[in-house]
């Protein structure tokens, strides 16, 4: 079992919105930060958000500021992404990535979740 999935992505219209979901299995070590990156046909792959373990900091790259809301549910193991007023640039795979870091040196990801905004 993978330590990440991520789920959620699809096809949506310029302006519309989706939530990306990112299931963590019991593998993953206690005080792990969870991120969201993204990549772009012929990009490299980006940081989009972060939130720490603890929750109490979150981080965004500028793009997505103010449309992309990055949150956690414990409970659940399952960390969202919630992306608003989508645009064609925010097309790309997604990907879910854990690690002492929020930003580089990941220890785990995700195997990634397409997302297409058509305009």
């Known amino acids: 079992q993978e330590p990440l999935a991520e789920f959620g992505g699809g096809l949506v219209q310029t302006g519309g919105s989706l939530t990306l979901s990112c299931v963590t299995s019991?593998?993953?070590?206690?005080?792990?930060?969870r991120s969201w990156f993204r990549q772009a046909p012929g990009n490299e792959r980006e940081f989009v958000a972060a939130?720490?373990?603890?929750?109490?900091?979150?981080y965004y790259a500028d793009p997505v500021k103010g449309r992309f809301t990055i949150f956690r549910n414990d409970a659940q193991n399952t960390v969202y992404l919630q992306m608003n007023d989508l645009k064609p640039e925010d097309t790309g795979v997604y990907y879910c990535?854990?690690?002492?870091?929020?930003?580089?040196?990941?220890?785990?990801w995700g195997k990634g979740t397409l997302v297409t905004v058509s305009s």
């Open positions: 990535a854990a690690g002492r870091s929020v930003y580089y040196n990941m220890n785990y």
């Open positions: 939130i720490t373990a603890s929750g109490a900091n979150i």
């Open positions: 019991g593998r993953i070590e206690i005080g792990y930060h």
